[in-house]
């Protein structure tokens, strides 16, 4: 089995170019404010951005993979106004018949040759002016639990703080949480890696929520589900993490359980700042890139309605189906933020049903 164009964000990136679902901007631009101002004038088209010249920085950024369903559907042959079943169809089948991750021996991750631990060589944007600093916003977090080893994936964002270090932000709730927790009842650190530059299926996989992923369960095969193919993993050289083999960028990292530094503030997606508070510090013990890498960024509005949105309207229909006959179709609105607010679509059984 060899996976799809998904499972690498450099053929997305080629696949949308080939299709005229790009825009490539080739004039320099600051990652320091100015780039995400000027992909805002770009937000909610359906074409995904490319800034090749950043200033300061050899490597190109990407950003709009997910603000428009029109350019997603596409990406992922389907068409848009059933990518919430086909998503929902997908994670269904991977909690019936989970295909595991497998750990290769290599992976173009590991081809870029020593990295400097230093987090300035990357071209991190700081999207808002009020933002504490360069975020990771767009990576994927790969943890095992302390007692079991099973994986969990999730996106949180982190803020840059040095060369070495973050500040992240860990929601109530939240699975990387509730294995700090453990590390800390077994005074131990808790070790995990960081994936940038990463396609739809693990993202989706990252983003399904724990309802329909339980914190047994090795959520990255949801990624597998997406890619026709077993995900690819490879073993941290410096800590004993697992990596996503064709992911652009990887962060080895260390959380010391009670570790605290204030992160924030951050423009969320509701459009208002998230405060400037104590959260947990982060220590990056190694920086491996892919030969040639791109990094990716998620700007704070449609693209995170839209993902998140997607998913959460994917689980309340596989939810609503279950028990309400008639149930057709779910839709968050961009006004709830893709969070807050659900319209159900359903076939009248009888007068009232809709109540
Ligand atoms: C772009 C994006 C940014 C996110 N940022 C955060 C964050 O900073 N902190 C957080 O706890 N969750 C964040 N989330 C939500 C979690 O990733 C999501 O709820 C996930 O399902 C949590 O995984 P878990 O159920 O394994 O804990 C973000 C999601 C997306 C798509
Ligand atoms: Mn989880």
């Given at each position: 089995m060899t996976a799809n164009h998904l499972a690498d964000l450099r053929t997305i990136i080629e696949r949308l170019d080939s299709c005229g679902r790009l825009t490539r901007v080739t004039t320099e631009v600051d990652p320091k404010f100015d780039l995400a101002?000027?992909?805002?004038?770009?937000?909610?088209?359906?074409?995904?951005?490319?800034?090749?010249?950043?200033?300061?920085y050899d490597v190109p950024v990407f950003t709009g993979l997910y603000w428009s369903r029109e350019l997603l559907a596409q990406l992922m042959a389907q068409e848009e106004a059933t990518l919430p079943g086909f998503v929902s169809g997908c994670i269904q089948n991977w909690q019936k018949?989970?295909?595991?991750?497998?750990?290769?021996?290599?992976?173009?991750?590991?081809?870029?040759?020593?990295?400097?631990?230093?987090?300035?060589?990357?071209?991190?944007?700081?999207?808002?002016?009020?933002?504490?600093?360069?975020?990771?916003?767009?990576?994927?977090?790969?943890a095992r639990d302390p007692e079991t080893g099973v994986r969990n994936a999730s996106i949180q964002r982190f803020m840059v703080v040095?060369?070495?270090?973050?500040?992240?932000?860990?929601?109530?709730?939240?699975?990387?949480?509730?294995?700090?927790?453990?590390?800390?009842?077994?005074?131990?650190?808790?070790?995990f890696s960081?994936?940038?530059?990463?396609g739809p299926g693990l993202h989706f996989a990252a983003a399904t929520p724990a309802e329909a992923a339980p914190p047994d369960t090795d959520e990255l095969g949801i990624a597998s589900e997406f890619h026709g193919a077993p995900l690819e993993l490879v073993h941290g050289r410096t800590l004993p993490v697992h990596i996503v083999a064709n992911a652009m960028y990887a962060l080895e990292c260390?959380?010391?359980p009670g570790e605290l530094g204030n992160e924030g503030p951050f423009a969320e997606v509701t459009g208002y700042y998230a405060s400037r508070e104590p959260r947990p510090v982060v220590h990056v013990r190694a920086i491996h890139a892919r030969p040639d890498p791109v990094f990716q960024t998620?700007?704070?509005?449609?693209?995170?309605?839209?993902?998140?949105?997607?998913?959460?309207?994917?689980?309340?229909?596989?939810?609503?189906?279950?028990q309400v006959p008639g149930t057709r179709d779910v839709y968050f609105s961009h006004g709830g933020c893709g969070f807050y607010h659900a319209v159900v679509q359903i076939e009248q059984q009888r007068a009232g049903w809709s109540r």
């Open positions: 101002g000027i992909a805002a004038h770009f937000e909610s088209k359906p074409r995904a951005v490319l800034f090749e010249k950043v200033k300061g018949k989970p295909v595991p991750p497998v750990m290769v021996d290599h992976g173009p991750i590991l081809d870029g040759g020593p990295h400097p631990l230093d987090l300035s060589t990357l071209p991190i944007p700081i999207h808002a002016i009020k933002d504490g600093g360069p975020y990771f916003d767009a990576a994927v977090v790969i040095d060369k070495d270090t973050l500040h992240i932000n860990i929601d109530a709730g939240r699975h990387l949480g509730l294995y700090l927790e453990k590390a800390k009842q077994r005074n131990e650190s808790l070790t960081l994936n940038c530059g990463v260390e959380m010391i998620i700007l704070s509005g449609s693209e995170v309605w839209n993902s998140v949105g997607l998913l959460g309207e994917a689980n309340v229909l596989a939810t609503l189906q279950r």
